[in-house]
């Protein structure tokens, strides 16, 4: 069974960083595609980035780009998302989650597209 445990989040002020860290359990790291997500509270739930961890391709949605960075580390099976420059529209719960579809179709960054989410994160930025 795929497992995702996410940490790294907190309370943080406008401008301030965090880095988050999405460990994995129960699959071979290099055969998934892993996002992160985020769902502000009456929000849907957001891809914001993406990573093949086979080659490093990485995927950003617009409203992250140039503050979010997504790496991974296949010897710890552990994606991060260093994000900078934050804003109080980047508070939500910052998921992680899996997919063995094809990089055209998971890089639309839909949820319906994952599977084996995590619990999430909690990330609040203050203005």
């Known amino acids: 069974e795929v497992q995702f445990v996410e940490s790294g989040g907190g309370f943080v002020q406008a401008g301030g960083s965090l880095r988050l860290s999405c460990t994995a359990s129960?699959?071979?790291?290099?055969?998934?595609?892993i996002a992160w997500f985020r769902q502000a509270p009456g929000k849907e739930r957001e891809g914001i980035s993406l990573?093949?961890?086979?080659?490093?391709?990485?995927h950003y949605a617009e409203s992250v780009k140039g503050r979010f960075t997504i790496s991974s580390n296949a010897a710890k099976n552990t994606v991060y998302l260093r994000m900078s420059d934050l804003k109080p529209d980047d508070t939500a719960v910052y998921f992680c989650?899996?997919?063995?579809?094809?990089?055209?179709?998971?890089?639309?960054?839909?949820?319906?597209?994952?599977?084996?989410w995590g619990q999430g994160t909690q990330v609040t930025v203050s203005s």
């Open positions: 990573i093949s961890t086979s080659d490093g391709d990485t």
């Open positions: 989650a899996s997919s063995t579809q094809v990089w055209r179709v998971v890089s639309a960054l839909s949820p319906r597209n994952f599977g084996s």
């Open positions: 129960g699959l071979n790291f290099d055969d998934y595609y």
